[in-house]
């Protein structure tokens, strides 16, 4: 059983001739496309939405939480750190 049908095979052709002319340009950003793996997979992907033979795309696993980790200590101000003075409304009313 094949893993592509013909035409599927012709699709991934045209995108890399394409890419190969510098003509085949990348979704949403249009930019050229230069790298071959990105080429066959505009193929696969333009091949798919025409409903021949081609695999189901992959799916994009979901990023790993993170460990959580233990907040730091605040850090001390350095030398010449002045505080923010205190509004003209605040010193009048504890004056």
């Known amino acids: ?30 930019k ?14 333009e091949a798919r939405k025409k409903g021949l033979k081609v695999p189901p795309a992959p799916q994009k696993s979901t990023p790993k939480a993170k460990p959580k980790t233990i907040p730091k200590a605040k850090k001390t101000p ?3 750190y002045s505080r ?8 009048a009313a504890t004056k």
């Open 78 to 80: 350095k030398k010449g």
């Open 1 to 30: 059983m094949a893993k592509y049908s013909e035409k599927a095979q012709k699709a991934v052709e045209k995108a890399m001739h394409k890419m190969k002319e510098g003509k085949l340009k990348n979704g949403k950003s249009e």
């Open 32 to 45: 050229k496309v230069r790298l071959a793996k990105q080429a066959i997979a505009i193929g696969l992907s």
């Open 84 to 91: 923010p003075k205190p509004s003209a409304s605040k010193t």
